[in-house]
């Protein structure tokens, strides 16, 4: 069974910073790509941003220059460094990874966290 377990959202002011973590636990023989989403109420889960397993990184033009995206792979884990927070990204937050398990070693798919919720108000 796989799990990732996302942390660190919260309620902070427009301005202000956060940093999302997602810890990824289970049977795992490989960890490849893995990203950040995000869904606000009434609107579709939306990219954030993503890191290949090489490090390369994608960010939405909304998030670019202020939030940033990295990895520990030993830790398995993925983080989301939010600077300059504003209302609208208010959301929650949903890890996602691609992975192969051991239980399946041809196979790779994409995992979901449960989501952690932001709220950027005043």
């Known amino acids: 069974q796989v799990q990732l377990v996302e942390s660190g959202g919260g309620l902070v002011q427009p301005g202000g910073s956060l940093r999302l973590s997602c810890v990824i636990s289970?049977?795992?023989?490989?960890?490849?790509?893995m990203g950040w989403y995000r869904q606000a109420p009434g609107k579709q889960r939306e990219l954030v941003a993503t890191i290949t397993n090489g490090g390369a990184t994608n960010y939405a033009d909304s998030v670019k220059g202020r939030f940033s995206i990295s990895r520990d792979n030993g830790q398995k884990t993925v983080y989301l460094q939010m600077n300059s927070l504003k209302p609208e990204d208010t959301a929650v937050y949903y890890c996602?990874?691609?992975?192969?398990?051991?239980?399946?070693?041809?196979?790779?798919?994409?995992?979901w966290g449960q989501g952690t919720q932001v709220t950027v108000s005043s």
């Open positions: 289970g049977s795992i023989l490989s960890i490849y790509a």
């Open positions: 996602n990874a691609n992975l192969r398990l051991t239980v399946r070693p041809f196979e790779r798919a994409d995992y």
